[in-house]
């Protein structure tokens, strides 16, 4: 089978396509014919040996799947070969033509749902889901900025802001991704390479500040979100898509009454699967009744899996982009 492979650390230039022998499912696995994989950032730590899991080498990138069950290991039960599914991987294994799976780690997706959309949609949803409903607590009526609105966990938080009946400002570094939320259900808009975050941000809210900060970016956007908070704040440390970890004065949460929370989906997912299930239930009702309805900006080929990498790293991308197998 065809598959990306990582031979040693290094840019995304250093990948290539190889033929790889095809693996058979263990006991408690799945084989997985793959039609899409989803393109994350941390896919350009892995292969950089950035991130604080390093497969051996060499070893294939891609965390994030779509496709149908094509082979059951000893002892799977509740999947049937044919099944439409989505699954997380270990970031290793994705951007190939098949991968074996722990059923632990498989989903079926809607029927409805496109292997395209299906393999952009765990992480990104699945980390924004978490974030407004157990970390955050998001309610009715409160304001909600997200920053990095033209992301692909940022385009998420968006739209899962306005199901749950948030005012959500978006801010974000261009017109397009500006305008990507805007469609995803922001009412306000702030282009931060042209305009003064804070100052805007008064504007909008009146001075009064914004409940909740969802903030997958990092940088020195954190600490002007931070003293933008409204009493009782809460602000979420999501990512550093920026490649800076910001530092900020302690003392401004005693002074705005407001909380950091990190958020780990990866381990809520693990510690609480059950939880994390609910939310995926609630999450697929709201794809099937058009409520959500992810963007998935471009498909690239096994072969330019670099690019997309490339494109990912330099924040050219808006919402999510995916690498398609031809099996769809």
């Not at 250093?14 to 006991?27: C, F, T």
């Not at 497969?55 to 039960?77: K, N, Q, S």
């Not at 899962?160 to 948030?166: F, Y």
């Amino acid at each position: 089978m065809r598959a990306v492979v990582c031979s040693e650390y290094g840019p995304p230039e250093s990948l290539s396509v190889q033929n790889v022998d095809r693996k058979e499912p263990g006991k408690g696995q799945v084989r997985i014919a793959v039609e899409a994989a989803g393109v994350n950032f941390p896919d350009t730590l892995v292969i950089a040996g950035k991130y604080q899991i390093k497969p051996p080498m060499p070893f294939v990138p891609g965390g994030e799947i779509a496709g149908r069950i094509d082979a059951l290991g000893e002892g799977v039960t509740g999947f049937a070969v044919g099944d439409p599914v989505m699954a997380l991987l270990l970031q290793q294994g994705g951007f190939a033509e098949e991968a074996v799976v722990d059923a632990s780690a498989v989903m079926k997706r809607p029927e409805e749902m496109s292997a395209t959309v299906a393999a952009g949609f765990t992480m990104t949803y699945g980390t924004s889901m978490h974030a407004l409903k157990q970390r955050a607590e998001l309610k009715a009526g409160e304001t909600l900025l997200v920053l990095g609105a033209g992301g692909g966990v940022g385009l998420t938080a968006v739209e899962l802001g306005k199901v749950m009946g948030a005012r959500v400002i978006a801010a974000a570094s261009s017109a397009e991704k500006l305008e990507a939320a805007r469609k995803a259900g922001a009412s306000e808009l702030i282009n931060y390479t042209t305009e003064d975050l804070r100052e805007r941000l008064k504007e909008i809210t009146g001075k009064k500040g914004v409940d909740v900060v969802y903030d997958p970016v990092g940088g020195d956007m954190f600490e002007k979100a931070l003293r933008s908070t409204a009493w009782n704040g809460r602000v979420l440390v999501v990512g550093f898509a920026s490649g800076e970890i910001p530092t900020v004065p302690v003392n401004l949460t005693l002074l705005k009454g407001c909380a950091i929370t990190g958020v780990f989906w990866g381990a809520f997912r693990m510690r609480e699967p059950e939880k994390d299930m609910d939310n995926f239930s609630e999450l697929f009702k709201w794809f099937q009744s058009g409520k959500i309805n992810p963007t998935v900006s471009r498909s690239y080929s096994l072969e330019e899996a670099p690019e997309a990498l490339r494109d990912l790293m330099e924040r050219r991308v808006v919402g999510k982009v995916v690498l398609a197998t031809g099996r769809e």
